[in-house]
């Protein structure tokens, strides 16, 4: 296991009804008066927002409110509510809904006091400080609830770029999976892939990172298992409470503990198909591209590449177990290739291109445009 260091202070209230406690919260951290982000209204009908409201006018919080932040959310979105945030001179964000409205609510709070928050996407500004920051998660997906990273899309460049720092993680979050029991059944899968996906960008990385690759283990196995549990009973409160806490630790920095941060280029790959198309849900992007990413980079590393066959989906060899991985992506409901997704043969060139402007893709192996324009033609 290679060195490491771990960092995570947010904390956590998990389970039925525990949005009550955030106005007390709120209150001993003294804070008067908060913007709410949230979605396109679906907190309406779960409960989350009156369950917000009810807290906040019982500890006399004021509020300002926020509506419209979209999936693959954009640069634009994000300025717009930094400027509502300092109008109205608040002192804390609090985020209601998944990832999409997550890491939005990081741009705001980090960009209340920069400039311009996209200088910190392109690396020509850092995070030196930002507003509290508090959430109530409705999709388990991103983990955006409990680590420091923020993924905003830049629509007039079609740029999805990702950013991280240690002055983003949510204060606080509430998890409680009973706000997601309306959730569409692509919804649940969408988030099952996106935190599968989260565990495969650092689970091949060290073959001897023995304790982190047998927590992987397990958190693949519990998101597989859980997810066919609510397709057959959307409303089966265990499965949902133990899919919504793997989401979570997917990504809260557990998962990558002595894998030497990750290899990414996966993320930054299907980041070019949402800015291209952004109807196309992150979560179903990957589930297309990690299977042909698997058999593209098998033989780099066929030690871990072979554990992860037989642990987690009991395969004989690597083959076996993408083809099982593919099976049940289909079995979901989820596209398993490109055309499935929309996207034509004609939109390869730029999708290579997209990918190619980060600064390094890929850890595992460093991919060129050529090994770029390979994969995707794999997951044709």
């Not at 949230?38 to 009156?50: F, L, M, P, T």
């Not at 693949?220 to 298992?225: D, G, L, N, P």
């Not at 009973?233 to 809260?252: E, G, I, M, V």
């Amino acid at each position: 296991m290679k060195a490491f260091n771990f960092f995570n202070p947010t904390r956590i209230l998990f389970g039925k009804d525990k949005a009550e406690n955030l106005g007390a919260e709120l209150k001993k951290d003294c804070i008067a008066k908060v913007l709410m982000i949230a979605g396109g209204g679906s907190i309406r009908q779960n409960g989350a927002y009156a369950d917000f409201v009810k807290t906040m006018q019982e500890h006399k919080i004021d509020f300002v409110e926020s509506w419209g932040v979209q999936a693959n959310p954009t640069l634009e979105k994000a300025r717009e509510l930094i400027e509502l945030a300092k109008r109205e001179n608040v002192q804390a964000i609090v985020a209601i809904g998944g990832g999409s409205v997550i890491d939005t609510a990081k741009a705001v709070a980090s960009g209340y006091y920069l400039e311009d928050i996209w200088a910190v996407y392109q690396r020509k500004a850092v995070i030196r400080e930002a507003l509290p920051l508090y959430t109530i998660l409705t999709i388990s997906a991103t983990g955006s609830e409990m680590n420091g990273n923020t993924v905003l899309t830049n629509t007039e460049t079609l740029q999805k770029w990702g950013i991280g720092s240690e002055k983003i993680y949510p204060r606080l979050s509430v998890i409680d999976p009973s706000y997601q029991r309306t959730l569409p059944a692509a919804q649940t899968v969408n988030g099952a892939l996106d935190a599968i996906a989260h565990i495969l960008e650092f689970y091949f990385m060290d073959p001897d990172a023995c304790v982190t690759l047998g927590i992987n283990d397990s958190l693949q196995c519990t998101i597989i298992e859980m997810t066919d549990r609510l397709l057959a009973d959307p409303q089966d409160f265990s499965a949902r409470a133990s899919l919504a806490w793997a989401a979570t630790l997917a990504l809260n920095g557990l998962s990558g503990v002595g894998l030497a941060g990750g290899d990414w280029a996966c993320h930054q790959i299907e980041h070019s198909f949402s800015a291209l198309h952004p109807r196309i849900a992150h979560g179903a992007g990957l589930g297309v591209i990690f299977p042909a990413w698997i058999e593209f980079m098998a033989e780099r590393q066929p030690a871990v590449f072979n554990r992860w066959a037989k642990n987690v989906w009991g395969a004989s060899g690597i083959s076996e177990a993408v083809m099982l991985f593919r099976d049940k992506i289909k079995a979901w409901g989820s596209p398993t290739n490109l055309r499935e997704l929309g996207i034509s043969e004609s939109d390869i060139p730029l999708l290579v291109e997209k990918s190619m402007i980060a600064p390094r893709l890929g850890a595992l192996s460093r991919f060129t445009a050529s090994d770029v324009e390979a994969l995707l033609m794999l997951a044709f």
